[in-house]
């Protein structure tokens, strides 16, 4: 998809995002594999590390409901990516009952995929 298809195809909730969404590195490496526009500033790929990584992606998507489709985009990334999207709504679950179950879900995601 070329810069100028990307550009035409994002939602308002995606340049909303953009501009004032709450970012990280995992959050705009989600956003890029989602999108096709590069909003990694110069950064590698990279994963949540922890439960507010993987927060900042759920609040991309949150506000950017019509991102989730292309969820399976980000498997691309690599092994971590692959199954924290795997394990997507578990992870979710589990933060939204126990934030420590989550942490520890994406620590053995890590652990086994790096």
Do not use: H
């Amino acid at each position: 998809m070329s810069k100028k298809q990307a550009k035409e195809y994002l939602s308002i909730n995606a340049i909303q995002w953009l501009a004032n969404g709450e970012r990280g590195s995992s959050s705009n490496t989600l956003f890029t594999y989602l999108t096709g526009i590069d909003a990694r500033q110069r950064a590698v790929d990279n994963y949540p590390y922890d439960v507010q990584d993987f927060r900042r992606c759920r609040l991309l998507l949150k506000q950017c409901p019509e991102l989730k489709r292309n969820l399976d985009r980000v498997k691309e990334a690599g092994s971590v990516w692959n199954e924290l999207v795997n394990q997507w709504d578990a992870i979710c679950e589990a933060m939204d009952k126990d934030s420590c179950k989550a942490y520890r879900m994406i620590q053995k995601i890590r652990e086994e995929n790096e």
